[in-house]
């Protein structure tokens, strides 16, 4: 089946602990991108990359690390320096008809 | 300039009733407007996309309105029906960018 996986599908973090979470695609896509998700806040982009090895930083950037050495994989680091990194993370993937493909996110909480 | 604005923030309606949902943007470089709906702990999934060459375009029980003078765009949902019950979010993104801008989401509950 082609998609998007996410994992874990739930992950618990402590104070001033990294965490990582992984995406992967098989949809061959070259575009793929971070978003958080808080109530009534609606999808905002963390990062995104356009091509293996480059990124770019999105509106919410800041305490957060990604890298993009393979084509299928868009891993991302939520760092210490992030200070409410508590929500839902979707990775997406989307190719050259526009549609973005969503995983089922990770639920990221801080204990 | 980048933002997309939708209304309302949540909506109830009648099972049979009439969905509708709005967004606004500014930046007139944006040429694709996507839905998508989410259900709770799920992705989002793209329900329908419309660029601004057309005014209306329809799937189904669903249809997006498309104002380009206006920089608006809606969703309609005919007939609601309690498996319509989910958040919709609206985006929008320009030729050449690969940013894709959500609105912050509408909740709809449909009552049977």
């Known amino acids: 089946d082609g998609g998007i996986t996410q994992s874990p599908k739930y992950l618990f973090r402590k104070e001033g602990q990294n965490v990582t979470l992984s995406c992967e695609q098989n949809l061959n896509h070259d575009a793929m991108y971070w978003y958080r998700q808080d109530p009534g806040q609606g999808l905002r982009l963390i990062y995104y990359?356009?091509?293996?090895?480059?990124?770019q930083k999105g509106d919410i950037a800041e305490g957060y690390s990604v890298s993009r050495e393979k084509k299928e994989s868009f891993p991302l680091t939520v760092t210490s320096a992030q200070k409410n990194p508590t929500a839902f993370y979707l990775c997406a993937s989307r190719g050259d008809l526009s549609e973005a493909f969503f995983g089922q996110g990770t639920r990221l909480t801080v204990v | 300039q980048q933002q997309v604005k939708q209304s309302p923030q949540s909506l109830i309606v009648q099972k049979g009733g009439i969905s509708i949902i709005n967004c606004a943007y500014e930046?007139?470089?944006?040429?694709?407007f996507p839905w998508y709906q989410q259900f709770p702990g799920k992705g989002p999934a793209l329900l329908i996309a419309?660029?601004?060459?057309?005014s209306e375009k329809k799937e189904g029980r669903f249809t997006i309105s498309f104002n380009k003078s206006a920089k608006q765009f809606s969703l309609h949902i005919m007939d609601s029906q309690p498996g319509d019950s989910a958040t919709y979010f609206c985006?929008?993104?320009?030729?050449?960018?690969?940013?894709?801008?959500f609105g912050k989401g509408t909740k709809l509950t449909v009552n049977p």
């Open positions: 419309i660029r601004p060459d057309v």
């Open positions: 990359s356009q091509i293996v090895n480059d990124f």
């Open positions: 985006a929008a993104s320009m030729r050449g960018s690969e940013k894709l801008v």
């Open positions: 930046n007139t470089a944006f040429d694709y």
